[in-house]
């Protein structure tokens, strides 16, 4: 039976309430009428439930789509200005027990090196990602509770902020690990992550069963109910996500909502963000092997319609995409993106011959950092490589009650050009400072407040003396 507030995810993801909606979004998808009020509520800025974004979603009215895109780019413009937050993957470990079929790191692939970074290894990698200018990582590693233990995790964590580099630091470290035990993320959380992300993978339980035929992720409600744990565990910022292209994307959609809704009831406070990965390509994995594979335009209304059913989760897009994808879907709602990204195990230190290659999918977006960073500001989005919010303790629903006031956008902007200024100075080539100039010159005057534009005057130039407060 669906219940919001169950803590079962037989109820709160419940498979009939999802084959109802479905039918629900099939029936309504040209009612005008409908689509008009759901729209109208959108506006509201204050969210929609999972049967009427899936009726959005379902809409197949070129107007109506159209208006639909509109609000998603109003919606992100809002509460996430022209802004977009940089981070990059750190690969840890890809041994893995589990036996995913759409992942290379299944444990029956014997054709990639299996590696797991040392703590030396660990400060290699982080120099090397500190000085392309990255100051927010996302920690990634298979699943295998021998070699890729708690202890090595939180070892990892106290290693990757304690290293100190030229100006470089990593100021906020999020974490992409199986699902695990409240005990343990507890003890991620005093460790102190940002971000605990765990992709759903499918919502759809029978074909999870099947995608996870071996290991402990086989455990469908365990998998599902992991963030329940986390925030018990005291994590307050979790990150949900599907893959799109294992099971049919308007069921997940639905189940991602659900997902959300869930949290909302049950601890008062969303996903701090949604990734949005399409399966790839990768070693013994043919994408062409899975029956559900999303074209560009249903991926671009997928991002709008969770942009306006949740305005104020974030939402994430990797190099998983290509340049011309991301360009579209930053405008639709997108408000992190990562950039200079390797997938494979200790691959920004020292790059892997592609015929050896421990990553775990092929990039489509190959531009260095200083290269995406150039890009988004020829668009005028602001890269951000802000972690205040994170390192003032404004995480869970102390940071979801300021970004639903739209409060959010008073801080967010002025420490965004502050931090661009930073990377401008001390990463970025000529050509990409020049331009990062100009957009903080420009960008600066729309600090609405008068005395608070006098402080970030005062900081750039500090910045720019080489002054850091
Ligand atoms: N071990 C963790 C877990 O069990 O969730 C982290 C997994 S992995 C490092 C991060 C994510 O990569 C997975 O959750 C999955 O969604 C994604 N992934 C796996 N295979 C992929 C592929 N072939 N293409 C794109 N993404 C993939």
């Known amino acids: 039976m669906y219940d919001v507030n169950s803590k079962c995810a037989d109820d709160f993801i419940n498979h009939e309430e999802i084959l109802e909606t479905l039918a629900y ?66 690969y840890l470990s890809n041994y893995c027990i589990n036996g995913c079929t759409y992942c290379p790191y299944h444990a029956k692939n014997k054709h990639i090196p299996r590696k797991q970074l040392s703590q030396e290894e660990i400060k290699r990698e982080v120099i090397a ?11 990634e590693a298979g ?20 290293i100190k580099h030229k100006n470089g630091a990593i100021r906020r470290v999020n ?45 469908y409600n365990y998998h599902t109910e992991a963030m329940d744990r986390a925030m018990e565990g005291g994590i307050d910022d979790v990150g949900l996500g599907v893959l799109f292209g294992l099971d049919k994307y308007r069921y997940e959609f639905a189940g ?44 671009a209304k997928i991002v709008a319609c969770i942009r306006i059913a949740v305005p104020y989760t974030g939402m994430i897009i990797s190099t998983r995409e290509n340049q011309k994808t991301r360009e579209r879907v930053l405008h639709l709602g997108i408000s992190q993106i990562s950039g200079g990204s390797r ?8 790059p892997e011959p592609e015929d050896a290659s421990s990553e775990q999918f092929d990039v489509s977006d190959n531009r260095t950092l200083d290269e995406v960073v150039r890009w988004l500001m020829e668009m005028d989005y602001i890269p951000s490589f802000c972690t205040a919010c ?50 903080i010159d420009r960008e600066v005057l729309n600090v609405p407040n008068e005395k608070a534009r006098a402080v970030v005057l005062e900081n750039l130039r500090l910045i720019e003396q080489d002054n850091r407060r």
């Open 143 to 162: 699943e295998d509770p021998v070699r890729n233990t708690m202890d090595y995790y939180l070892e990892s964590i106290k290693t990757i902020y304690s």
């Open 390 to 439: 994170y390192r003032e303790g404004r995480t869970g629903d102390r940071f979801m009650s300021l970004c639903k006031s739209g409060q959010i956008q008073n801080c967010c902007h002025p420490n965004a050009l502050m931090t661009l200024k930073e990377y401008l100075m001390d990463y970025a080539s000529p050509e990409t400072k020049a331009i990062g100039d100009k957009l």
């Open 25 to 90: 979004a099939d029936e309504n998808k040209e009612n005008v009428e409908l689509i008009d009020s759901i729209i109208e509520k959108a506006k509201k800025r204050k969210g929609l439930s999972h049967r009427e974004a899936s009726v959005l979603l379902a809409c197949p009215i070129e107007e109506k789509n159209e208006e639909i895109y509109k609000l998603a780019e109003q919606i992100k413009k809002d509460f996430y200005g022209n802004r977009i937050v940089m981070f990059a993957p750190l």
């Open 256 to 299: 991602l909502l659900m997902h959300a809704e869930h949290l909302e009831a049950a601890f008062g406070v969303g996903p701090h963000t949604i990734s949005v990965p399409r399966l790839k390509h990768a070693d013994d994995i043919n994408p062409d092997d899975f029956d559900n594979g999303i074209d560009d335009d249903t991926f």
């Open 175 to 219: 974490i992409n690990i199986a699902a695990t035990t409240v005990d343990n993320y507890r003890l991620l959380k005093e460790a102190g992550i940002g971000t605990y992300i765990l992709f759903q993978e499918t919502y759809h339980k029978e074909s999870y069963l099947e995608l996870h035929p071996t290991g402990p992720k086989h455990d």
């Open 343 to 350: 997938t494979s195990v200790g691959g920004y230190y020292e």
């Open 129 to 139: 990602l500190q000085d392309m200018g990255h100051k927010r990582l996302a920690l």
